[in-house]
């Protein structure tokens, strides 16, 4: 017997109507080097149906690539929202690759217009020649570009809005993403409506962000990047107001759009808390309006969920990745949880999270056996759900990721009986030893609480006896000191003995990768040939 519902598209197109019919009077606030610019979602539906007006007159076919270069601020958010609802698909280019790799990126998913921000025009200038199926570029903000390039606003002034938005198939291409690719090529991932969709409900579920009408957003994580985790989408889906920093990603700048615009709700990757951590233990901010901050893309120290705490902010990890939309778990505490001790507490939220409805996983060992959840046994993650990706766009290297209906994701995890997943690390970045694994991403989160740490970052070193040992390349705070050996000390009665490093070495600053994130490949390349005090 077949269910009797409607089989209604899940398009964008719903959330923008519910921002048209439901939020009008919300508002949308831009950090620009202009100032703050703010205006309401009538306005913003009103510019976005101008812009799909223009895009259509001007030749953009549904399924056509429309790239976006730029920060987050409303006229990204407007694009965010005219380019697939006509049909097309919004390609969001991460500002910052390195120039072959985004040569690659526009040709690879062969753009046809790339909208860019005045201010970035040191990046495009150079490389746009060879952008070689881009038709045509248009510039936001008043700066000058040497790209040849039409105005935003000249390029939507003569248009009336669109009436009416061309029927979408749900299954359509929405958007498009490169993964930053650790090594080779970036690989483009194709997000559909419905995954769009289904991905703002899951996201808008009580225990992932839950945003509700009164909330008010910070999108600090951009726009470039795995479609700012879902905020522009979901926030608009629940009518939250809106808040984008622009270029202003110093913490100061945060802290100050936090405290003056009463955001409730931000996520960002740790890099940005750690800096915002640093700045509030310097600067006093009202943020009492806060109720909640969540961290990702990279294991959140546990030190910084009891700082963010003990400063009255509840910081909860979060855990995907470019291919899953991203969001797959947020690290919340349950309440069977909740009258447990302080220890046990920090305990579990220093976890990566449980799953939120929609997504699926299983880990599995090297050779694919399933293994159990009891918060011991490690293995590859594997995920599956509507808006876990299928395939790759275009690449010859699909066949490695995509097996039986499920994402194998790279990353090394535990799962408790609870159901929170614990990232060990990345199957690359474990440390080899012994025929063992050590998770570096463990060595550092201890290591990060010590008091005289900044950042720490952990590599394996090869090593005559033991194939690799682990070396912790740290970041001390301004005006604090600590020796290799305090460091080492420290971690015993938090570690088993054979993960200790066998040398730590301190740097001015731990490389990061063109979303903020450790780059361990870049530190692999300056200590290769480090010579550890064990080895013979
Ligand atoms: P990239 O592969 O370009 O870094 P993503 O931004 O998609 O792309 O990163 C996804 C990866 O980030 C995950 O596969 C995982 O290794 C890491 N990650 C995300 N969240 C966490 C977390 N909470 N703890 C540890 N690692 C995380």
Redesign the pocket.
């Known amino acids: 017997m077949k269910g009797l519902m409607q089989d209604f598209p899940l398009t964008i197109q719903h959330i923008m109507w519910r921002a048209e019919k439901l939020f009008r009077e919300k508002e949308i606030v831009s950090k620009l080097p202009s100032g703050l610019h703010r205006y309401t979602y009538a306005e913003f539906a009103e510019r976005a149906r101008r812009l799909a007006a223009a895009l259509i007159d001007s030749g953009v076919k549904p399924g056509d690539r429309v790239a976006t270069f730029a920060w987050n601020h409303y006229r990204h958010h407007e694009l965010y929202f005219a380019v697939p609802c006509i049909g097309a698909v919004l390609h969001t280019l991460n500002i910052r690759l390195f120039p072959e790799q985004l040569i690659y990126i526009a040709n690879h998913a062969e753009d046809r217009f790339v909208f860019f921000d005045d201010s970035l025009v040191s990046v495009l200038d150079p490389i746009s020649a060879e952008f070689t199926t881009v038709e045509r570029f248009i510039k936001m903000g008043e700066g000058d570009s040497k790209t040849e390039s039409v105005d935003y606003e000249e390029f939507i002034r003569s248009y009336d809005p669109i009436d009416q938005w061309p029927a979408v198939d749900e299954n359509a291409a929405a958007g498009m993403c490169y ?4 090594t080779g090529n970036p690989k483009g991932v194709v997000y559909s409506h419905r995954s769009t969709v289904l991905h703002s409900f899951g996201v808008n579920t009580g225990n992932a962000n839950g945003l509700k009408e009164d909330d008010v957003t910070l999108a600090i994580v951009p726009m470039f ?2 479609m700012a985790w879902g905020q522009p989408y979901s926030a608009t889906m629940a009518g939250c107001t809106q808040v984008y920093p622009g270029p202003f990603l110093d913490p100061a700048s945060l802290l100050d759009l936090m405290q003056s615009q009463r955001v409730t709700v931000s996520a960002g990757v740790p890099t940005i808390w750690i800096g915002v951590l640093d700045e509030l233990s310097k600067n006093g901010y009202d943020l009492s309006s806060v109720r909640l901050l969540t ?6 120290p546990r030190s910084m969920i009891e700082s963010f705490d003990s400063n009255g902010l509840s910081l909860v ?7 899953t939309s ?1 969001v797959c778990a947020l690290g919340h505490l349950k309440s069977s949880l909740q009258a447990e001790d302080d220890e046990t507490k920090f305990r579990v939220k220093a976890k ?2 449980f799953l939120i409805p929609g997504v699926e996983l299983r880990i599995v060992d090297d050779k694919g056996k399933e293994l159990p959840w009891d918060g011991k046994s490690f293995g590859e993650i594997q995920v599956r759900g509507p808006w876990i990706a299928s395939d790759y766009y275009n690449d010859p290297r699909s066949a490695d990721s995509f097996m039986d209906g499920w994402l194998r ?3 090394v995890a535990t799962v408790d009986e609870l159901g929170y997943l614990q ?1 060990v690390d ?1 199957t690359k970045d474990l440390v080899k030893s012994g025929g063992e694994w050590i998770s570096s ?1 463990e060595l550092e989160k201890e290591i990060m609480g010590h008091p005289a740490v900044l950042e720490a970052a952990v590599i394996g070193i090869p090593h005559a006896k033991w194939t690799e040992r682990p070396l912790a390349c740290v970041v001390l705070r301004e005006k604090m000191e600590a020796s290799s050996d305090e460091i080492i000390a420290f971690l015993e009665d938090k570690v088993a003995k054979w993960w200790l490093p066998d040398d730590v070495v301190f740097i001015a600053e731990v490389p990061k ?1 063109s ?1 903020g ?1 450790f780059d361990k490949k870049v530190l692999r390349e300056k200590f290769d040939g480090h010579k550890l005090p064990t080895d013979v």
């Open positions: 993964t930053s690719g650790t990047h795995a961290a990702g893309g990279a294991a959140v990890q979060g855990w995907g990745m470019t291919e991203p990566t999270g994701t790279g990353d990232i990345r991403v990768t979303v994130k």
